[in-house]
């Protein structure tokens, strides 16, 4: 979730865009369960596993941002102070989440949402990056993947801990490596520009989608009671 730089690869951004696009239509569907105009549940199986998938991507793209980041940032005491500002920023994002959802319902606060864990992986990472090979850094994921999230948690509007859903980060930086990383020579099509606006600016986009839904939906019912 970063902004804009020149030296960003824009298919990275375009994934992240569709990513951002996946969620808002999930939040929607969500939305329009909770105030009662729509049937469909978002908590059914098939919903689950779009929603899942979606924030696996997420996850996954943040350990692949690291890994271009490592690039960019050589040295390590670079790349700490780099991965240090960023986790605060996204912590402080995090926490307005939290703050907001508890004023919204104090049961449903969310302790430990995907910022959270986003701000907590980019911090986690820092002493993985000085492994060189990618096997142990796969092993570490693969262990973290196949731990079973804890039941015992009470539940909010998101939670996503650090087990299993570090191993998604894990994985995209064990496996970024693998992935050719190179800016390509072609610009983006004009086409794509919404979807790289979106991946340039997720933080932003995941802050504020959720209340420009909600607004737009209470002036739906509202034009539709008239």
């Known amino acids: 979730m970063n ?8 298919y990275v951004d375009l994934v992240r865009g569709l990513a951002i696009i996946g969620m808002i239509v999930y939040h929607l569907i969500f939305d329009l369960y909770i105030l009662g105009q729509s049937h469909l549940n978002p908590l059914s199986p098939p919903l689950i596993v779009f929603a899942r998938l979606i924030a696996s991507l997420f996850l996954f793209l943040v350990g692949v941002t690291f890994f271009l980041s490592q690039k960019k940032y050589p040295h390590h005491r670079q790349l700490f102070i780099h991965s240090l500002k960023h986790s605060l920023v996204i912590f402080l994002a995090a926490s307005l989440v939290s703050l907001v959802t508890f004023l919204i319902n104090p049961g449903l606060t969310v302790r430990f949402g995907i910022l959270h864990l986003i701000s907590v992986s980019l911090l986690l990472l820092l002493p993985l990056s000085l492994i060189k090979s990618s096997l142990p850094l796969l092993l570490l994921a693969t262990l973290f993947l196949i731990i079973p999230q804890s ?3 009470s539940p909010s509007f998101d939670y996503y801990p650090a087990f299993p859903w570090f191993g998604a980060v894990l994985l995209g930086y064990a496996l970024a490596s693998k992935i050719p990383l190179s800016h ?3 610009p983006p099509p004009p086409l794509f520009s919404p979807l790289l606006f979106l991946g340039r600016h997720s933080l932003t986009t995941y802050l504020f989608h959720q209340p420009i839904l909600i607004f737009f939906l209470y002036l739906l019912s509202r034009f539709s009671n008239v």
């Open 3 to 10: 902004k804009s730089s020149p030296h960003r690869l824009w």
């Open 184 to 186: 390509p020579e072609k």
């Open 151 to 153: 039941s015992s948690v």
